[in-house]
């Protein structure tokens, strides 16, 4: 059995001096344009209308129903036991979340018979703890109140 062998034709030179100018001419060209990035904490980002982020819980309208952690993609959210009088909530289990996974689907905010969880504009949820997950109690609290 024999093999053949592909000749194999040499490239074409170029000249190097072409990619320099081309990369020259790109540079040139967006030297004076307006830059498209922001200085984050002092300027605040134009978000469209539609964006939706931080995902709030309203304790007293949640019925533990679980239908939050089943529709979940990616398992996101976990059902805990909280022990708060609520005569909606007989099993007295709320959604906690974990943010460091959430895709940010809405499927938990378009399932939810009672509106007790939804989405809004707020973005900015650092922590300084390597936890990312919301307790119920903390879905319920504004951002700036939740111990970091």
């Excluded at 592909?6 to 100018?21: D, H, N, S, T, Y």
């Excluded at 830059?35 to 995902?55: A, G, H, N, S």
């Excluded at 709030?56 to 022990?83: A, F, R, W």
């Excluded at 689907?105 to 300084?128: G, Q, W």
């Amino acid at each position: 059995m024999t093999i053949g062998i592909k000749e194999v034709e040499e490239p074409r030179r170029r000249v190097p001096l072409v990619g320099v100018i081309s990369g020259m001419a790109t540079v040139g060209k967006h030297l004076f344009q307006k830059p498209v990035t922001l200085k984050y904490p002092e300027e605040k980002p134009d978000l469209p209308e539609r964006f939706r982020f931080r995902i709030y819980l309203k304790l007293d309208d949640c019925v533990g129903c679980t239908l939050c952690e089943q529709v979940c993609p990616n398992g996101s959210i976990k059902m805990q036991n909280v022990h708060r009088e609520n005569p909606r909530n007989k099993r007295m289990i709320y959604p906690d979340v974990n943010f460091g996974t959430c895709t940010v689907c809405r499927n938990c905010e378009e399932i939810c018979p009672t509106d007790a969880i939804y989405l809004t504009h707020v973005f900015e949820t650092s922590r300084t703890r390597n936890n990312f997950t919301y307790s119920p109690e903390e879905l319920a609290m504004d951002e700036d109140k939740v111990k970091k």
